[in-house]
């Protein structure tokens, strides 16, 4: 599976993006999609999921309410729609996709199979 992410960008506080996660390579339905973010020097961390059906959702405490991740199987493509967003949202975000992992495991992005080359989110004070 080959992923591409773009939507990135500067914005304000307080503004909102959509990031969007286009597959291609394999059936795009079998897989649970995930959005992870990281800043030079610090790990990498979760941000939200969705499994394959669209039915179940994850995100990480620091962006509930604000962020919603969704998906079109038919398109291929995984949106992050990103709201009321703060300064120390400003990453690099990469979409990344796995068939198999367990709800779990679903934050732990060394289990996932697939990354994308992710796109740069700016936000300014």
């Known amino acids: 599976v080959q992923l591409q992410a773009s939507g990135g960008g500067l914005v304000q506080a307080g503004g909102s993006l959509r990031l969007s996660c286009v597959a291609s390579?394999?059936?795009?339905?079998?897989?649970?999609i995930a959005w992870f973010r990281q800043v030079v020097g610090r790990e990498r961390e979760f941000v939200a999921a969705?499994?394959?059906?669209?039915?179940?959702?994850y995100y990480a405490d620091s962006v509930k309410g604000r962020f919603a991740i969704s998906r079109d199987n038919a398109k291929n493509t995984a949106y992050l729609q990103m709201n009321s967003l703060k300064p120390e949202d400003t990453a690099v975000y990469y979409c990344?996709?796995?068939?198999?992992?367990?709800?779990?495991?679903?934050?732990?992005?060394?289990?996932?199979?697939?990354w994308g080359q992710g796109t740069q989110v700016t936000v300014s004070s």
């Open positions: 990344a996709s796995d068939r198999g992992i367990i709800l779990s495991s679903i934050r732990r992005g060394d289990l996932y199979d697939y």
């Open positions: 390579g394999d059936t795009f339905s079998r897989y649970t």
């Open positions: 969705i499994r394959s059906s669209g039915g179940s959702t």
